[in-house]
């Protein structure tokens, strides 16, 4: 029998590469959408078996180019996002704007599913530009396609992801570390493995119409997640709670940086809490469990961080 299809935009970042690893190996055909094969497609190419996974580089997104490969295809996934906006990567074009086009041609081409990928906690986040886009994109699909499911992950963690590894790292430089709204917003991060497993049974399951959060099974503050990852690499600093005007002089200064490490829309953010709002299913409701917990996970990968490890500032 033919594989079904599954087109993947985002396919290589952190959600997208254990995703296609576990749909390639349950029998489906990915065809992961990148804008520049040559710095990804060896990233892509290990994810599965030859034959399972065809690369397809697309550099803008051309409405054609877009429905010429969404028509050949039974499901389409959106894991494209992004953190902090540059000159032509604007919230609203990536969140808002291709969410919208990507809906519309599932719908044009009656696909079986469209999976869009969004964020958890954003509902009152309205002074959030990330929020506010995300929130728009949500809205736009639910009403071009009414066999989308939106997934709104809590933080999604591992050894590929920009957010254990980026605090692992900064909590070995710094001498001391700043606590947010004193460290005090809660999450519930969810193992990258877990979120895949989630995004896998959708697919499988043929959901379709549903609006649902995904999370791990712990609530984290903040300043728990911090001891953990310190407690994970044998480290002490000095946390200090920040007053916010100081917080937002440091993120204006960060978010100068090609890749800041917190901007001032994620500080806006930061003072949400990104927990279930019990306003929409969860991974739960569906019999889904993510079990992994963030203390045990870590620790198979931040001993690269304790004092002689790979990426500690003492080897
Ligand atoms: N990770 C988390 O903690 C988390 C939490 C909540 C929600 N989410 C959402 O989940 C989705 C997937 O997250 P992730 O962690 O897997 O993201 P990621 O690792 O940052 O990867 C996103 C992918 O999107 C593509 N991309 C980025 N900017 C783009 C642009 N301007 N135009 C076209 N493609 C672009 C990139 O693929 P190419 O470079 O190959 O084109 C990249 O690999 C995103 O929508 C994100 O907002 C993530």
Same mark, same amino acid.
């Given at each position: 029998?033919?594989?079904?299809?599954?087109?993947?935009?985002?396919?290589?970042?952190?959600?997208?590469?254990?995703?296609?690893?576990?749909?390639?190996?349950?029998?489906?055909?990915?065809?992961?959408?990148?804008?520049?094969? %040559?710095?990804?497609?060896?990233?892509?190419?290990?994810?599965?078996?030859?034959?399972?996974?065809?690369?397809?580089?697309?550099?803008?997104?051309?409405?054609?180019?877009?429905?010429?490969?969404?028509?050949?295809?039974?499901?389409?996934?959106?894991?494209?996002?992004?953190?902090?906006?540059?000159?032509?990567?604007?919230?609203?074009?990536?969140?808002?704007?291709?969410?919208?086009?990507?809906?519309?041609?599932?719908?044009?081409?009656?696909?079986?599913?469209?999976?869009?990928?969004?964020?958890?906690?954003?509902?009152?986040?309205?002074?959030?530009?990330?929020?506010?886009?995300?929130?728009?994109?949500?809205?736009?699909?639910?009403?071009?396609?009414?066999?989308?499911?939106?997934?709104?992950?809590?933080?999604?963690?591992?050894?590929?992801?920009?957010?254990?590894?980026?605090?692992?790292?900064?909590?070995?430089?710094?001498?001391?570390?700043?606590?947010?709204?004193?460290?005090?917003?809660?999450?519930?991060?969810? %193992?990258?493995?877990?979120?895949?497993?989630?995004?896998?049974?959708?697919?499988?399951?043929?959901?379709?119409?549903?609006?649902?959060?995904?999370?791990?099974?712990?609530?984290?503050?903040?300043?728990?997640?911090?001891?953990?990852?310190?407690?994970?690499?044998?480290?002490?600093?000095?946390?200090?709670?920040?007053?916010?005007?100081?917080?937002?002089?440091?993120?204006?200064?960060?978010?100068?940086?090609?890749?800041?490490?917190?901007?001032?829309?994620?500080?806006?953010?930061?003072?949400?809490?990104?927990?279930?709002?019990?306003?929409?299913?969860?991974?739960?409701?569906?019999?889904?469990?993510?079990?992994?917990?963030?203390?045990?996970?870590?620790?198979?990968?931040?001993?690269?961080?304790?004092?002689?490890?790979?990426?500690?500032?003492?080897?």
């Amino acid at each position: 029998m033919k594989p079904k299809e599954i087109l993947v935009f985002g396919a290589s970042g952190q959600i997208g590469r254990h995703l296609i690893r576990k749909l390639t190996k349950n029998n489906y055909k990915v065809i992961a959408v990148t804008r520049n094969i %040559h710095q990804k497609g060896y990233i892509l190419k290990t994810q599965a078996n030859p034959g399972y996974l065809e690369i397809v580089e697309l550099s803008s997104f051309d409405p054609e180019k877009i429905n010429s490969l969404i028509k050949e295809c039974n499901v389409c996934i959106n894991l494209i996002g992004i953190l902090f906006e540059k000159k032509k990567n604007q919230f609203k074009n990536i969140h808002t704007e291709l969410p919208a086009l990507l809906s519309k041609l599932a719908n044009k081409n009656k696909l079986e599913q469209f999976v869009h990928v969004s964020a958890l906690g954003i509902e009152k986040a309205t002074d959030s530009k990330y929020a506010t886009s995300k929130i728009n994109g949500e809205n736009v699909v639910k009403e071009n396609f009414n066999k989308s499911v939106i997934l709104k992950p809590s933080i999604v963690y591992s050894v590929d992801d920009n957010f254990s590894t980026n605090f692992l790292s900064l909590l070995n430089k710094l001498p001391i570390m700043p606590l947010y709204y004193e460290g005090k917003t809660n999450f519930t991060p969810i %193992h990258v493995t877990d979120m895949a497993l989630i995004i896998y049974e959708i697919v499988k399951r043929k959901i379709v119409g549903e609006t649902i959060e995904c999370v791990g099974p712990q609530v984290l503050s903040f300043k728990d997640i911090i001891l953990t990852l310190l407690n994970s690499i044998d480290k002490k600093k000095i946390l200090i709670p920040t007053p916010l005007f100081i917080a937002k002089i440091t993120a204006k200064i960060f978010e100068k940086m090609p890749k800041p490490l917190i901007t001032t829309d994620q500080l806006t953010l930061l003072k949400y809490e990104n927990v279930v709002s019990k306003k929409y299913k969860t991974n739960l409701d569906f019999g889904i469990n993510a079990n992994k917990t963030f203390e045990k996970e870590i620790k198979k990968y931040s001993f690269n961080w304790k004092t002689g490890g790979q990426f500690s500032k003492n080897i």
